[in-house]
């Protein structure tokens, strides 16, 4: 039961599971904002500790740059996706819209609502946001910029150390954006072949009952007997048709 609840959340309804889950993770970002640091058993290597922290805040830079990109790639393949759809729908045009054709047509506008959504999810990863990157602090009065000191080793390793793990969160949502927008492009793209494979299959079929069939004729005959009773004789016959083998078959029933 777990794991068919795990595969609905994760493909059938990934942007709604996205939400939900960044929504967790913004609560965990806005609490371990005023988290306290312990560096107690790093003391006297303040140095060494920084410089690899240093290297771990540029990468995490470096990967929201990645992620940033994957999401402008998504975005352009739901374009394309999209206008193939806005095409397609002139075909439906040349369609007899029926039963049948109906769940074609609602496979499209399902499809749709894929893209959509996942247009939406891919552009919350290209949201701005804030990122904690370690840079000079200046300050400003009316007439000039000023440098203010470096913090002493331990309070600039306290303040990178939560820098890097609120970019680890911000990094984690966008990730989940991401990944959710890739799901509902793969699944609207399926929709959109099922689409096509559904109404090229119905308007075969359709044709097929169009050109062969059986076509029922009832008809009367009237008779006069001894010039002075009429007699009306109901009679029917059954018209079979193939127009593609162009054969006429006639069955008379009295």
């Given at each position: 039961?777990?794991?068919?609840?795990?595969?609905?959340?994760?493909?059938i309804?990934?942007?709604?599971y996205?939400?939900?889950v960044n929504?967790i993770i913004?609560k965990?970002?806005?609490?371990q904002?005023?988290?306290n640091?312990d560096i107690?058993?790093?003391t006297g290597n303040?140095?060494?500790y920084?410089?690899?922290?240093?290297?771990?805040?540029?990468?995490q830079?470096?990967?929201?740059?990645?992620?940033?990109?994957?999401?402008?790639?998504l975005?352009?393949?739901i374009?394309?996706a999209?206008?193939?759809?806005?095409f397609?729908?002139?075909?439906l045009?040349s369609l007899?819209?029926?039963?049948?054709?109906?769940?074609?047509i609602?496979?499209?506008?399902l499809s749709?609502?894929?893209?959509?959504?996942g247009a939406?999810?891919?552009?919350?990863?290209?949201?701005?946001r804030?990122?904690n990157?370690t840079?000079?602090?200046i300050?400003k009065?009316?007439?000039k910029y000023i440098?203010?000191?470096?913090?002493?080793d331990?309070d600039y390793?306290k303040?990178?150390?939560?820098s890097k793990q609120l970019?680890?969160l911000?990094?984690i949502r966008?990730?989940?954006?991401t990944?959710?927008s890739f799901?509902?492009?793969?699944?609207?793209?399926?929709?959109?072949?099922l689409f096509?494979?559904?109404t090229i299959?119905?308007?075969y079929?359709?044709k097929?009952?169009k050109n062969t069939g059986?076509h029922?004729?009832?008809k009367?005959i009237?008779?006069?007997v001894?010039d002075?009773i009429?007699?009306?004789?109901?009679y029917?016959?059954e018209?079979?048709?193939d127009?593609?083998?162009?054969k006429?078959?006639?069955?008379?029933?009295?």
């Open positions: 039961m777990n794991k068919l609840k795990y595969f609905f959340q994760q493909q309804f990934p942007g709604f996205a939400s939900c929504k913004s965990n970002y806005e609490s904002q005023n988290f640091v107690s058993q790093v303040e140095k060494e920084i410089k690899q922290i240093k290297i771990d805040l540029e990468n830079l470096e990967r929201k740059k990645r992620i940033e990109d994957k999401a402008k790639s975005l352009f393949i374009a394309v999209i206008t193939a759809i806005t397609s729908l002139n075909y045009n007899t819209i029926d039963v049948y054709q109906t769940i074609s609602a496979i499209v506008f749709i609502i894929y893209l959509v959504i939406i999810r891919a552009l919350q990863t290209l949201n701005i804030q990122f990157i840079q000079a602090t300050d009065d009316d007439t440098l203010k000191a470096n913090q002493t331990t390793l303040d990178i150390i939560i970019n680890d911000i990094n966008l990730s989940n954006y990944y959710a799901n509902l492009i793969r699944n609207g793209i399926i929709l959109f072949v096509f494979i559904t299959s119905f308007s079929s359709s097929i009952d059986i029922k004729i009832e009367e009237k008779v006069k001894n002075s009429n007699v009306n004789i109901p029917t016959f018209l079979k048709y127009v593609n083998n162009l006429l078959d006639n069955e008379k029933n009295k």
